[in-house]
Antibody, heavy 120, light 108 residues
Framework: EVQLVESGGGLVQPGESLRLSCAGSGFIFSSFEMNWVRQAPGKGLEWLSYISGRGTTIYYADSVKGRFTISRDNAKNSLYLEVRSLRAEDTAVYYCARSDGGSGNYFDYWGRGTLVTVSS | EIVMTQSPATLSVSPGERATLSCRASQSVSSNLAWYQQKPGQAPRLLIY???TRATGIPARISGSRSGTEFTLTISSLQSEDFAVYYCQQYNNWPPTTFGQGTKLEIK
């Protein structure tokens, strides 16, 4: 069974940083492209970042470029998102999502998300 | 960036009836369009990709179609578990891949 489990969220003050993690299981992690998507409270879905299976290709949404860094460790079946200089508008549930291997960048499996709250 | 516009924002339908949800792209996305269902407190669930292909385990009463830049998600004979928020996503021109703002399907 494919599983994605996020961790690392919490309450932080504006300007602080966090490292979010996503542990994958039930599939060959290195064979799949991965993404981060967030959802602010009561709002819709916002794609943030993509990383290829080997980590050689990376994309970011303009809204987070320069502040967020995506990475992966295939030996640990893990995906990461380093989030820096956090702002109130970064408050959201952050999901990791798997791309459906070659058919296009839509997301066939999602984790349950980790909540990041930015507040003083 | 391609803008995806969903309508209506809220749709009220009685159980057993049909629901029709719309999604319009600001420019051509070919058939590179996915639909997701999200229930409160849960992650989104993939329903449809390629505009009309059902994902694994999705029942046949859920279907997707395309006409140019207009996409439709149809749920026939609504059941209690179908009441949720639905999002469309284009993955033709990316980055960025973009989502619609969502349609809430509620019980009438």
């Amino acid at each position: 069974e494919v599983q994605l489990v996020e961790s690392g969220g919490g309450l932080v003050q504006p300007g602080e940083s966090l490292r979010l993690s996503c542990a994958g299981s039930g599939f060959i992690f290195s064979s799949f492209e991965m993404n981060w998507v967030r959802q602010a409270p009561g709002k819709g879905l916002e794609w943030l970042s993509y990383i290829s299976g080997r980590g050689t290709t990376i994309y970011y949404a303009d809204s987070v470029k320069g502040r967020f860094t995506i990475s992966r460790d295939n030996a640990k079946n893990s995906l990461y998102l380093e989030v820096r200089s956090l702002r109130a508008e970064d408050t959201a549930v952050y999901y990791c999502a798997r791309s459906d291997g070659g058919s296009g960048n839509y997301f066939d499996y999602w984790g349950r998300g980790t909540l990041v709250t930015v507040s003083s | 960036e391609i803008v995806m516009t969903q309508s209506p924002a809220t749709l009220s339908v009685s159980p057993g009836e049909r629901a029709t949800l719309s999604c319009r792209a600001s420019q051509s996305v070919s058939s590179n369009l996915a639909w997701y269902q999200q229930k409160p407190g849960q992650a989104p669930r993939l329903l449809i990709y390629g505009a009309s292909t059902r994902a694994t385990g999705i029942p046949a009463r859920i279907s997707g179609s395309r006409s140019g830049t207009e996409f439709t998600l149809t749920i026939s004979s609504l059941q209690s578990e179908d009441f949720a928020v639905y999002y469309c996503q284009q993955y033709n021109n990316w980055p960025p891949t973009t989502f619609g703002q969502g349609t809430k399907l509620e019980i009438k």
